[in-house]
């Protein structure tokens, strides 16, 4: 049954699929494919292989402040003759400080949770504008949109003014007289939680919505019909419908939260260990630009697994036809 | 289809919306307070405005940021368009998994590390930070944004339409420009509007491949944030803010009575 409904909009993308030319034949097809690529390599691809090759080079005090510099003056003898001086001893050393390591399992585990906690707090609102009558739909849509919009920088920066100990949370709170001290959440991992969980929030309710949307009601229904109890009906039929959108969900949650730096910046004070944070402190105050180009290879590696399932469920979207 | 808005729904919903605009709403608030504290409240005023805009080194990155946004977006909104057009029209060429790769992978990169891959790329080139390293890591990361919102439009494109006015003897280029391009446009519109925003709001990026001399908004924000929140801060977001929601709302609005307009032509063309 689920198998029908589901197979509905790929029929009527298949006639557009076929419909798609394999290649290009004209030289402005050709400049369509090759403008693009010739950007995204040099300004994409190429300087990941930079951060790789300087994170194996040492810190000096010059300027750029690592040697061997990338310099192609001294022909291949020179090239080879600088190969020989890179060394994995960034590596090394990252492996060998706990900071680093704890900054990692830390950012992942922050990261998760503020994830998950995303994922509970999005799903009842994209459930709820997923259910609202269909006139209204386009205009809740917009005012989940809307904050998305709003600088980034502004949206966490409005928390601390909240946060804070003679915040407007505190007086509110000590006001109603539930608390009678004021409660620390600023420069805590609470306020990290508060913030991901905040400025991701469009990015978990859009995918769901997009994929609670599309669900056929009518299944519910019939599960009804045959006594099936609504709790039950959700956990069987709905949730695993919107899977998709969970998963795409959660890993535009997940990626950026990881390497994130202005929430925990902000937010999560100097106590809190991030990685994102620990690259941009080693390179703008201790201006190790080796060792910050191996943390953001770490990191990267790190984050591959999840980039590469979101690529290809990205890819499959997209052939579908969202 | 029969939807009944339950009661948890609405909550649901309303909680949801509560919790996304009230920060906002406070900060906005607050921007109008007389007091230096952004806590407490001191009465009305808007001597916090007036302080800013005698404040020439925010309204110099002000300038600054808008001259990135404009030429960013632009150039992005035609390489990201290429994109999404290469993409979707082209489904084997050589090179076209690492190709969409370099599409999506942007759009999830964490930004110190698009950051500090652009700096050490323009170090390694021998380009001097400034606008013109800001520019271009603006268009970098934003014509991803782009190509992913024009092709999501590309995919439920009719192409029958291009057949017919090639059948009709137009070149593939007029046919682009003249059918395709306006069917796409509110697309690329929003394409554009987003890259906009997106290189307005830009922190991490900018910090790393801007130079002295190019400054932008956020940047400012940023250091001042650092030192304390003061209210001359929330009137400088507010600012932003309107204008941002102010665009935004009148693009919907716009969109909207397009489509209106749109269905009502279809209907006359199906009477008639």
Sequence with gaps: ?322 | MNTTWSRFNITSVTLGFAFLYLPIVLLVIFSFNESKLVTVWGGFSTKWYVSLFQNKALIDAAWVTIRVGLISATVATVLGTMAALALTRYTRFRGRVLFSGMVFAPLVMPEVITGLSLLLLFVAIGLDRGFLTLTLAHISFTMCFVAVVVQSRLVTFDRSLEEAAMDLGATPVATFFQVTLPVILPAIVSGWMLAFTLSLDDLVTSSFTSGPGATTLPMKIYSQVRLGVTPEINAACTILIAIVATGVIIASIVNKRREVQRQRDEQAAQRG
């Design chain 1, 1 to 322: 049954m689920a198998g029908a409904t589901l197979s509905a909009p790929t029929t009527a993308n298949g006639a557009a699929a076929a419909q798609a030319t394999q290649q290009p034949t004209s030289f402005t097809g050709k400049l369509v494919i090759i403008i693009p690529y010739t950007f995204l390599l040099v300004f994409f691809l190429v300087p990941f292989f930079i951060v790789f090759k300087i994170s194996l080079s040492q810190v000096a005090i010059a300027m750029p402040p690592y040697t061997p510099a990338l310099d192609f003056s001294g022909g291949i003898s020179g090239v080879f003759s600088q190969l020989k001086e890179l060394s994995f001893d960034n590596y090394v050393f990252l492996t060998e400080d706990p900071l680093y390591f704890n900054a990692y399992v830390t950012s992942v585990i922050v990261a998760g949770i503020s994830t998950l906690l995303t994922l509970l707090v999005g799903y009842p609102i994209a459930y709820g504008m997923s259910r609202a009558p269909a006139t209204l739909r386009p205009t809740l849509l917009m005012l989940v949109i809307l904050p998305f919009w709003t600088s980034f920088l502004i949206r966490v920066y409005a928390w601390i003014g909240i946060l804070k100990p003679e915040g407007l949370l505190n007086q509110l709170l000590l006001s109603t007289g539930i608390i009678s001290e004021p409660l620390i959440i600023l420069n805590t991992y609470t306020a990290i939680f508060i913030g991901i969980v905040y400025s991701y929030l469009p990015f978990m309710v859009l995918p769901l919505y997009s994929a609670l949307e599309k669900m056929d009601y009518s299944l519910i229904e019939a599960a009804q019909d045959l006594g099936c109890p609504p709790i039950t009906a959700f956990w069987k039929i709905t949730f695993p419908l919107s899977l998709p959108g969970v998963l795409a969900g959660c890993l535009l949650v997940f990626i950026p939260a990881v390497g994130e730096f202005v929430i925990p910046d902000l937010l999560g004070g100097s106590q809190t260990l991030m990685i994102g944070r620990t690259l941009w402190n080693e390179f703008n105050a201790n201006r190790d630009w080796p060792v910050s180009s191996a943390v953001a290879v770490l990191l990267l590696l790190v984050l591959i697994i999840p980039i590469v399932i979101f690529q290809h469920a990205q890819a499959r979207a997209q052939e579908q036809g969202r």
